[in-house]
Protein backbone atom coordinates (compact mmCIF):
# COMPACT_ATOMS: atom_id res chain seq x y z
CA UNK A 1 0.00 0.00 0.00
CA UNK A 2 1.59 3.27 -1.02
CA UNK A 3 2.51 5.45 1.37
CA UNK A 4 1.18 8.55 -0.52
CA UNK A 5 -2.31 8.95 -2.72
CA UNK A 6 -2.02 7.95 -6.33
CA UNK A 7 -3.56 10.52 -8.23
CA UNK A 8 -5.77 9.53 -10.63
CA UNK A 9 -6.13 11.52 -13.85
CA UNK A 10 -9.37 13.59 -12.55
CA UNK A 11 -7.61 14.42 -9.13
CA UNK A 12 -3.79 14.92 -10.96
CA UNK A 13 -3.34 18.88 -11.65
CA UNK A 14 -4.40 19.78 -14.89
CA UNK A 15 -0.75 19.92 -16.30
CA UNK A 16 0.32 16.45 -15.51
CA UNK A 17 -2.80 15.02 -17.26
CA UNK A 18 -0.88 14.49 -20.84
CA UNK A 19 1.09 11.69 -18.89
CA UNK A 20 -2.07 9.76 -18.02
CA UNK A 21 -3.23 8.14 -21.40
CA UNK A 22 -6.27 6.18 -19.27
CA UNK A 23 -7.99 7.29 -15.52
CA UNK A 24 -5.08 5.41 -13.80
CA UNK A 25 -1.40 5.84 -14.82
CA UNK A 26 1.64 3.87 -13.36
CA UNK A 27 2.49 4.38 -9.83
CA UNK A 28 5.60 6.27 -10.71
CA UNK A 29 3.65 9.11 -12.77
CA UNK A 30 0.65 9.26 -10.15
CA UNK A 31 2.80 9.49 -7.18
CA UNK A 32 4.83 12.69 -9.28
CA UNK A 33 1.78 13.96 -10.40
CA UNK A 34 1.66 15.51 -6.87
CA UNK A 35 4.77 18.00 -7.95
CA UNK A 36 4.03 18.60 -11.39
CA UNK A 37 6.99 20.56 -12.00
CA UNK A 38 8.84 17.26 -11.18
CA UNK A 39 6.78 15.15 -13.40
CA UNK A 40 7.20 17.84 -16.45
CA UNK A 41 10.48 17.90 -16.28
CA UNK A 42 11.46 14.32 -15.04
CA UNK A 43 9.57 12.21 -16.90
CA UNK A 44 11.11 12.97 -19.91
CA UNK A 45 14.56 12.53 -18.67
CA UNK A 46 13.42 9.06 -16.97
CA UNK A 47 11.47 8.03 -20.59
CA UNK A 48 15.20 9.05 -21.99
CA UNK A 49 17.38 7.28 -19.66
CA UNK A 50 15.39 4.23 -19.66
CA UNK A 51 13.15 3.94 -23.01
CA UNK A 52 14.46 2.40 -25.75
CA UNK A 53 16.66 4.78 -27.50
CA UNK A 54 20.11 4.39 -29.60
CA UNK A 55 20.68 1.15 -27.36
CA UNK A 56 17.90 -1.44 -27.66
CA UNK A 57 15.23 -2.02 -25.39
CA UNK A 58 16.38 -5.53 -24.17
CA UNK A 59 19.55 -3.95 -22.82
CA UNK A 60 17.93 -1.28 -21.40
CA UNK A 61 15.32 -3.82 -19.75
CA UNK A 62 18.61 -6.21 -18.80
CA UNK A 63 20.72 -3.38 -16.72
CA UNK A 64 17.01 -2.36 -15.35
CA UNK A 65 15.88 -6.00 -13.78
CA UNK A 66 19.51 -6.32 -12.59
CA UNK A 67 19.57 -3.25 -11.01
CA UNK A 68 16.55 -3.61 -9.36
CA UNK A 69 17.08 -7.10 -8.25
CA UNK A 70 20.51 -6.00 -6.85
CA UNK A 71 18.78 -3.10 -5.15
CA UNK A 72 15.74 -5.08 -3.80
CA UNK A 73 13.20 -3.09 -4.67
CA UNK A 74 10.06 -5.81 -5.62
CA UNK A 75 7.95 -2.99 -6.94
CA UNK A 76 10.73 -2.06 -9.90
CA UNK A 77 11.48 -6.09 -10.11
CA UNK A 78 8.13 -7.46 -10.68
CA UNK A 79 7.09 -4.86 -12.97
CA UNK A 80 10.21 -4.88 -15.25
CA UNK A 81 9.76 -8.77 -15.56
CA UNK A 82 6.63 -8.31 -17.15
CA UNK A 83 8.85 -5.88 -19.64
CA UNK A 84 11.11 -7.95 -19.97
CA UNK A 85 8.73 -10.53 -21.07
CA UNK A 86 7.54 -7.92 -23.71
CA UNK A 87 10.63 -6.95 -25.02
CA UNK A 88 11.08 -10.51 -25.97
CA UNK A 89 14.23 -11.93 -22.79
CA UNK A 90 13.81 -15.39 -22.59
CA UNK A 91 12.37 -17.12 -19.50
CA UNK A 92 15.70 -18.19 -18.24
CA UNK A 93 17.45 -15.00 -19.12
CA UNK A 94 15.03 -13.24 -16.76
CA UNK A 95 15.38 -15.90 -14.31
CA UNK A 96 19.59 -15.06 -14.46
CA UNK A 97 18.81 -11.20 -14.35
CA UNK A 98 16.66 -11.96 -11.35
CA UNK A 99 19.12 -13.62 -9.75
CA UNK A 100 17.45 -17.21 -9.53
CA UNK A 101 20.07 -18.30 -12.17
CA UNK A 102 23.42 -18.33 -13.02
CA UNK A 103 24.06 -15.87 -15.20
CA UNK A 104 27.35 -17.65 -17.13
CA UNK A 105 24.78 -20.38 -17.86
CA UNK A 106 22.25 -18.50 -19.71
CA UNK A 107 24.41 -15.73 -21.39
CA UNK A 108 26.73 -16.39 -24.08
CA UNK A 109 27.86 -13.13 -25.51
CA UNK A 110 30.65 -11.42 -23.91
CA UNK A 111 29.22 -7.88 -24.82
CA UNK A 112 25.95 -8.64 -22.55
CA UNK A 113 27.69 -10.21 -20.13
CA UNK A 114 30.14 -7.35 -19.30
CA UNK A 115 27.15 -5.25 -19.28
CA UNK A 116 25.33 -6.84 -16.48
CA UNK A 117 28.67 -6.97 -14.97
CA UNK A 118 29.17 -3.46 -15.45
CA UNK A 119 25.19 -2.91 -13.60
CA UNK A 120 26.20 -5.23 -10.60
CA UNK A 121 29.08 -3.34 -10.24
CA UNK A 122 26.96 0.52 -10.33
CA UNK A 123 24.40 -1.60 -8.13
CA UNK A 124 26.99 -2.43 -5.35
CA UNK A 125 26.34 0.67 -2.93
CA UNK A 126 29.31 2.79 -2.73
CA UNK A 127 31.84 0.33 -3.16
CA UNK A 128 34.38 1.57 -6.20
CA UNK A 129 34.45 -0.22 -9.88
CA UNK A 130 37.52 -1.79 -10.65
CA UNK A 131 40.26 -0.25 -13.41
CA UNK A 132 39.74 -3.76 -15.25
CA UNK A 133 35.65 -3.40 -15.49
CA UNK A 134 36.08 0.65 -16.26
CA UNK A 135 39.07 -1.00 -19.08
CA UNK A 136 36.97 -3.78 -20.65
CA UNK A 137 33.75 -1.55 -21.27
CA UNK A 138 35.94 1.22 -22.83
CA UNK A 139 37.47 -1.52 -24.89
CA UNK A 140 33.88 -3.04 -25.90
CA UNK A 141 31.62 -0.09 -25.85
CA UNK A 142 31.71 3.68 -27.41
CA UNK A 143 31.10 6.15 -25.04
CA UNK A 144 28.21 7.19 -25.90
CA UNK A 145 26.93 3.84 -25.05
CA UNK A 146 28.99 4.14 -21.77
CA UNK A 147 26.76 7.02 -20.60
CA UNK A 148 23.39 5.78 -22.34
CA UNK A 149 24.42 2.45 -19.93
CA UNK A 150 25.34 4.06 -16.56
CA UNK A 151 22.50 6.94 -16.80
CA UNK A 152 20.00 4.15 -17.46
CA UNK A 153 21.31 2.05 -14.18
CA UNK A 154 21.34 5.26 -12.14
CA UNK A 155 18.09 6.21 -13.13
CA UNK A 156 17.10 2.99 -11.87
CA UNK A 157 18.72 3.14 -8.96
CA UNK A 158 17.20 6.34 -8.12
CA UNK A 159 13.62 4.61 -8.81
CA UNK A 160 14.16 2.05 -7.05
CA UNK A 161 14.69 4.01 -3.76
CA UNK A 162 11.99 5.83 -4.72
CA UNK A 163 9.71 3.00 -5.26
CA UNK A 164 10.46 0.89 -2.36
CA UNK A 165 10.54 4.47 -0.13
CA UNK A 166 7.11 4.87 -1.09
CA UNK A 167 5.59 1.67 -0.83
CA UNK A 168 4.24 2.01 -4.65
CA UNK A 169 1.77 -1.22 -5.29
CA UNK A 170 2.39 -3.24 -8.57
CA UNK A 171 -0.36 -3.17 -11.17
CA UNK A 172 -2.52 -6.34 -10.38
CA UNK A 173 -2.39 -6.96 -13.85
CA UNK A 174 0.83 -7.52 -14.03
CA UNK A 175 1.63 -9.66 -11.14
CA UNK A 176 -1.25 -11.83 -12.80
CA UNK A 177 1.15 -12.09 -16.04
CA UNK A 178 3.72 -12.78 -13.49
CA UNK A 179 1.86 -15.95 -12.63
CA UNK A 180 0.92 -17.06 -15.76
CA UNK A 181 4.56 -16.88 -16.95
CA UNK A 182 5.24 -19.00 -13.68
CA UNK A 183 7.59 -16.23 -12.24
CA UNK A 184 7.67 -15.80 -8.53
CA UNK A 185 6.21 -12.74 -7.43
CA UNK A 186 8.88 -10.50 -5.88
CA UNK A 187 8.39 -9.26 -2.02
CA UNK B 1 -4.14 35.20 -18.80
CA UNK B 2 -4.94 37.52 -16.73
CA UNK B 3 -2.56 40.57 -16.08
CA UNK B 4 -3.99 40.02 -12.16
CA UNK B 5 -1.62 37.84 -9.24
CA UNK B 6 -3.66 36.37 -6.47
CA UNK B 7 -2.29 35.51 -2.96
CA UNK B 8 -4.32 33.78 -0.56
CA UNK B 9 -3.60 35.33 2.73
CA UNK B 10 -4.06 32.76 5.28
CA UNK B 11 -7.18 30.06 4.85
CA UNK B 12 -8.79 30.98 8.34
CA UNK B 13 -11.76 32.73 8.86
CA UNK B 14 -13.96 34.28 11.60
CA UNK B 15 -16.56 32.92 9.72
CA UNK B 16 -17.54 29.33 8.04
CA UNK B 17 -20.16 29.87 5.33
CA UNK B 18 -21.81 26.93 3.81
CA UNK B 19 -20.81 27.95 -0.05
CA UNK B 20 -16.99 28.39 1.23
CA UNK B 21 -14.41 27.15 -1.56
CA UNK B 22 -11.97 26.67 1.04
CA UNK B 23 -13.68 25.46 3.70
CA UNK B 24 -13.00 28.34 5.98
CA UNK B 25 -13.65 28.28 9.57
CA UNK B 26 -12.29 29.30 13.06
CA UNK B 27 -10.57 26.01 13.03
CA UNK B 28 -9.16 25.15 9.99
CA UNK B 29 -5.11 25.15 9.82
CA UNK B 30 -4.14 28.83 9.30
CA UNK B 31 -1.88 28.85 5.98
CA UNK B 32 -0.40 31.96 6.31
CA UNK B 33 1.57 33.38 3.88
CA UNK B 34 4.27 35.11 4.77
CA UNK B 35 4.01 39.09 4.19
CA UNK B 36 7.96 39.83 3.22
CA UNK B 37 7.31 36.65 0.90
CA UNK B 38 4.28 38.44 -0.71
CA UNK B 39 6.37 41.61 -1.06
CA UNK B 40 8.67 39.93 -2.83
CA UNK B 41 6.93 38.36 -5.64
CA UNK B 42 4.57 41.15 -5.91
CA UNK B 43 8.03 42.69 -6.94
CA UNK B 44 8.53 40.11 -9.72
CA UNK B 45 5.24 40.21 -10.80
CA UNK B 46 5.45 43.72 -11.54
CA UNK B 47 8.88 42.90 -13.72
CA UNK B 48 7.12 40.22 -15.42
CA UNK B 49 4.34 42.26 -16.57
CA UNK B 50 1.16 41.48 -14.13
CA UNK B 51 -0.39 44.53 -13.83
CA UNK B 52 -2.43 44.54 -10.66
CA UNK B 53 -2.47 41.95 -7.42
CA UNK B 54 -6.19 40.15 -5.69
CA UNK B 55 -6.08 39.35 -2.32
CA UNK B 56 -8.06 36.88 -0.51
CA UNK B 57 -8.10 34.03 1.70
CA UNK B 58 -9.68 32.99 4.41
CA UNK B 59 -10.40 36.36 5.51
CA UNK B 60 -6.94 38.83 5.32
CA UNK B 61 -8.07 40.81 8.26
CA UNK B 62 -6.92 38.19 10.30
CA UNK B 63 -3.34 39.17 9.63
CA UNK B 64 -2.90 41.69 12.34
CA UNK B 65 0.08 43.87 9.94
CA UNK B 66 -1.95 43.31 7.03
CA UNK B 67 -2.34 47.03 6.46
CA UNK B 68 1.36 47.35 6.73
CA UNK B 69 1.24 44.43 3.76
CA UNK B 70 -1.02 46.71 1.55
CA UNK B 71 0.70 49.73 1.54
CA UNK B 72 4.28 47.38 0.47
CA UNK B 73 2.60 45.93 -2.21
CA UNK B 74 0.25 49.07 -3.25
CA UNK B 75 3.88 50.67 -3.63
CA UNK B 76 4.16 48.03 -6.22
CA UNK B 77 1.04 46.90 -7.81
CA UNK B 78 -2.31 48.24 -7.67
CA UNK B 79 -4.59 45.77 -5.22
CA UNK B 80 -8.17 44.21 -5.30
CA UNK B 81 -8.39 43.05 -1.71
CA UNK B 82 -11.72 40.42 -0.94
CA UNK B 83 -12.85 40.83 2.37
CA UNK B 84 -16.32 39.49 4.30
CA UNK B 85 -16.58 42.90 5.76
CA UNK B 86 -17.23 42.07 9.61
CA UNK B 87 -14.01 42.98 11.34
CA UNK B 88 -14.49 46.57 11.02
CA UNK B 89 -14.17 48.06 14.64
CA UNK B 90 -13.48 51.38 15.23
CA UNK B 91 -9.81 50.41 15.93
CA UNK B 92 -9.52 49.10 12.18
CA UNK B 93 -11.28 52.01 10.29
CA UNK B 94 -9.21 54.25 11.93
CA UNK B 95 -6.30 52.13 10.86
CA UNK B 96 -7.86 51.91 7.21
CA UNK B 97 -7.45 55.84 7.22
CA UNK B 98 -3.54 55.45 6.10
CA UNK B 99 -5.03 53.91 2.85
CA UNK B 100 -6.84 56.52 1.04
CA UNK B 101 -5.58 57.82 -2.18
CA UNK B 102 -3.94 54.35 -2.66
CA UNK B 103 -4.67 52.30 -5.65
CA UNK B 104 -6.86 49.85 -3.31
CA UNK B 105 -10.72 48.34 -4.25
CA UNK B 106 -11.94 46.41 -1.32
CA UNK B 107 -14.58 43.99 -2.26
CA UNK B 108 -17.39 42.98 0.17
CA UNK B 109 -19.25 40.01 0.43
CA UNK B 110 -23.47 40.56 1.00
CA UNK B 111 -25.38 38.01 -0.85
CA UNK B 112 -28.98 39.09 0.00
CA UNK B 113 -31.06 41.77 0.81
CA UNK B 114 -32.15 40.94 4.09
CA UNK B 115 -30.18 39.52 7.37
CA UNK B 116 -32.36 36.41 7.56
CA UNK B 117 -31.53 35.45 4.08
CA UNK B 118 -28.14 36.89 3.76
CA UNK B 119 -26.99 35.11 7.44
CA UNK B 120 -28.12 31.31 6.59
CA UNK B 121 -25.75 30.91 4.56
CA UNK B 122 -22.78 32.78 6.16
CA UNK B 123 -23.17 34.11 10.00
CA UNK B 124 -25.65 35.31 12.50
CA UNK B 125 -24.88 38.94 12.76
CA UNK B 126 -22.82 39.24 9.02
CA UNK B 127 -25.77 41.34 7.50
CA UNK B 128 -25.74 43.81 10.17
CA UNK B 129 -22.13 44.29 10.22
CA UNK B 130 -21.13 45.01 6.32
CA UNK B 131 -24.29 47.23 6.25
CA UNK B 132 -22.59 49.21 9.37
CA UNK B 133 -19.33 49.07 7.75
CA UNK B 134 -19.55 49.77 4.35
CA UNK B 135 -20.95 53.57 4.73
CA UNK B 136 -17.92 53.99 7.13
CA UNK B 137 -15.32 52.91 4.76
CA UNK B 138 -16.92 55.04 1.95
CA UNK B 139 -16.45 58.11 4.05
CA UNK B 140 -12.66 57.06 4.74
CA UNK B 141 -13.06 57.00 1.21
CA UNK B 142 -12.02 54.01 0.01
CA UNK B 143 -13.21 52.16 -3.00
CA UNK B 144 -15.54 49.76 -2.33
CA UNK B 145 -17.26 47.67 -4.33
CA UNK B 146 -20.25 44.27 -2.85
CA UNK B 147 -19.57 41.02 -4.18
CA UNK B 148 -23.02 38.69 -4.11
CA UNK B 149 -22.45 34.82 -3.84
CA UNK B 150 -25.68 33.37 -4.90
CA UNK B 151 -27.04 29.98 -5.51
CA UNK B 152 -29.94 31.50 -6.74
CA UNK B 153 -31.97 34.91 -6.56
CA UNK B 154 -35.32 35.75 -7.50
CA UNK B 155 -36.28 38.83 -9.30
CA UNK B 156 -37.56 39.96 -6.19
CA UNK B 157 -34.19 39.12 -3.88
CA UNK B 158 -32.20 40.70 -6.78
CA UNK B 159 -34.26 43.58 -7.03
CA UNK B 160 -34.21 43.97 -3.44
CA UNK B 161 -30.40 43.74 -3.40
CA UNK B 162 -29.36 46.03 -5.78
CA UNK B 163 -31.81 48.95 -4.40
CA UNK B 164 -30.44 48.04 -0.94
CA UNK B 165 -26.69 47.89 -2.41
CA UNK B 166 -27.52 51.39 -4.38
CA UNK B 167 -28.89 52.99 -1.28
CA UNK B 168 -25.26 51.97 0.27
CA UNK B 169 -23.79 54.38 -2.08
CA UNK B 170 -22.49 51.43 -3.98
CA UNK B 171 -22.20 52.69 -8.09
CA UNK B 172 -23.94 49.39 -10.22
CA UNK B 173 -19.89 48.89 -11.96
CA UNK B 174 -18.77 48.11 -8.19
CA UNK B 175 -21.96 45.45 -7.78
CA UNK B 176 -20.88 41.79 -8.81
CA UNK B 177 -23.18 38.94 -8.72
CA UNK B 178 -21.23 35.54 -9.28
CA UNK B 179 -22.87 32.31 -8.89
CA UNK B 180 -21.62 29.62 -5.98
CA UNK B 181 -18.87 27.47 -7.60
CA UNK B 182 -18.88 23.72 -7.07
CA UNK B 183 -15.72 23.43 -5.52
CA UNK B 184 -14.50 22.59 -1.69
CA UNK B 185 -17.24 23.36 0.52
CA UNK B 186 -19.93 24.27 -1.70
CA UNK B 187 -19.78 21.13 -3.22
CA UNK B 188 -19.89 18.97 -0.05
CA UNK B 189 -23.23 20.73 0.27
CA UNK B 190 -24.25 19.84 -3.28
CA UNK B 191 -24.53 23.66 -3.99
CA UNK B 192 -23.32 25.71 -7.06
CA UNK B 193 -22.38 25.25 -10.46
CA UNK B 194 -19.29 23.42 -11.98
CA UNK B 195 -16.73 25.33 -13.51
CA UNK B 196 -14.40 23.13 -15.69
CA UNK B 197 -10.88 24.13 -16.49
CA UNK B 198 -12.38 25.85 -19.83
CA UNK B 199 -14.33 28.10 -18.35
CA UNK B 200 -12.14 29.10 -15.32
CA UNK B 201 -10.21 32.02 -16.50
CA UNK B 202 -6.62 31.13 -16.15
CA UNK B 203 -5.37 33.68 -13.54
CA UNK B 204 -2.26 32.97 -11.55
CA UNK B 205 -2.99 31.92 -7.78
CA UNK B 206 -0.66 31.96 -4.36
CA UNK B 207 -1.06 29.92 -1.49
CA UNK B 208 1.32 28.11 1.02
CA UNK B 209 0.68 24.94 -0.93
CA UNK B 210 1.62 26.00 -4.31
CA UNK B 211 0.92 28.03 -7.40
CA UNK B 212 -2.94 26.92 -8.64
CA UNK B 213 -4.86 27.46 -11.85
CA UNK B 214 -7.17 30.69 -10.73
CA UNK B 215 -8.58 31.96 -7.47
CA UNK B 216 -11.50 29.11 -7.57
CA UNK B 217 -8.56 26.73 -7.43
CA UNK B 218 -7.08 25.98 -4.26
CA UNK B 219 -9.79 24.57 -2.41
CA UNK B 220 -10.08 21.92 -0.01
CA UNK B 221 -12.68 19.64 0.21
CA UNK B 222 -13.06 17.04 3.53
CA UNK B 223 -9.72 18.63 5.27
CA UNK B 224 -7.73 17.79 1.51
CA UNK B 225 -6.55 20.06 -0.90
CA UNK B 226 -8.10 19.65 -4.36
CA UNK B 227 -5.13 19.55 -6.81
CA UNK B 228 -6.27 19.44 -9.66
CA UNK B 229 -6.19 22.83 -10.76
CA UNK B 230 -2.18 22.92 -9.56
CA UNK B 231 0.04 24.14 -11.58
CA UNK B 232 2.88 23.87 -9.69
CA UNK B 233 3.93 24.03 -6.14
CA UNK B 234 7.20 25.99 -6.13
CA UNK B 235 6.15 29.62 -6.41
CA UNK B 236 9.68 30.82 -6.16
CA UNK B 237 11.17 32.35 -8.72
CA UNK B 238 7.44 33.61 -9.74
CA UNK B 239 8.85 33.18 -13.24
CA UNK B 240 8.45 28.86 -12.60
CA UNK B 241 4.54 28.85 -12.44
CA UNK B 242 4.05 31.68 -14.80
CA UNK B 243 6.29 29.59 -17.20
CA UNK B 244 4.38 26.14 -16.91
CA UNK B 245 0.93 27.97 -16.61
CA UNK B 246 1.84 30.06 -20.19
CA UNK B 247 3.11 26.35 -21.69
CA UNK B 248 -0.07 25.01 -20.78
CA UNK B 249 -2.76 27.88 -21.67
CA UNK B 250 -2.30 27.26 -25.29
CA UNK B 251 -3.84 23.71 -25.09
CA UNK B 252 -6.98 24.73 -22.90
CA UNK B 253 -9.91 26.57 -25.32
CA UNK B 254 -10.59 29.03 -22.94
CA UNK B 255 -14.70 29.50 -23.05
CA UNK B 256 -15.20 32.34 -19.75
CA UNK B 257 -19.21 32.26 -18.78
CA UNK B 258 -19.84 35.29 -16.91
CA UNK B 259 -20.08 33.63 -13.19
CA UNK B 260 -16.30 32.12 -14.31
CA UNK B 261 -14.82 34.82 -16.10
CA UNK B 262 -12.96 36.40 -13.13
CA UNK B 263 -12.85 35.99 -9.42
CA UNK B 264 -14.05 39.44 -9.05
S1 LIG C 1 -16.63 32.30 2.04
FE1 LIG C 1 -15.18 33.88 2.71
S2 LIG C 1 -16.16 34.73 4.56
FE2 LIG C 1 -17.14 32.77 4.16
S3 LIG C 1 -15.96 31.26 5.37
FE3 LIG C 1 -15.07 31.29 3.32
S4 LIG C 1 -13.40 32.75 3.47
FE4 LIG C 1 -14.75 33.13 5.23
Known sequence: MSIITLLSKSQAPITTRSFYAQETASPIISSIAHVPELLLKGMPFIGQALGASSVSLRMKEMMILRASTKLHCSYCTNTHTVVCIQAGLTHNEILALRGEKEVDEVFTEAKEKLLIAWTDAMSNGGNPISTSLKEQMIQHYSEAEIVEFSLCIGATIMLNRYASALSLPVDPDHLRILNKQGFSIVS | ?264
Open chain 2, 1 to 264: MSKRLWFYTNYHCNLACTYCLTESSPSVPKRIFQPEEMISIAKQASELGFESIGITGGEPFLIPTLVDTLHSILDILPVTLLTNGTLFHKKRIEELRSLAGRDLRMQISLDYATPQENDAMRARGNFEKVIQAIPLLLDIPLHIRVASTIDQHTSQEEDALNKLVHKLGIPKKDHIVRKIIHRGRAQSQGLGINASIEELMPELTLTVDGAFWSPFAPTYKDGRLQKDLLISNTIQPLSAPVDILLSFIAQIPYQANEHTAGFV
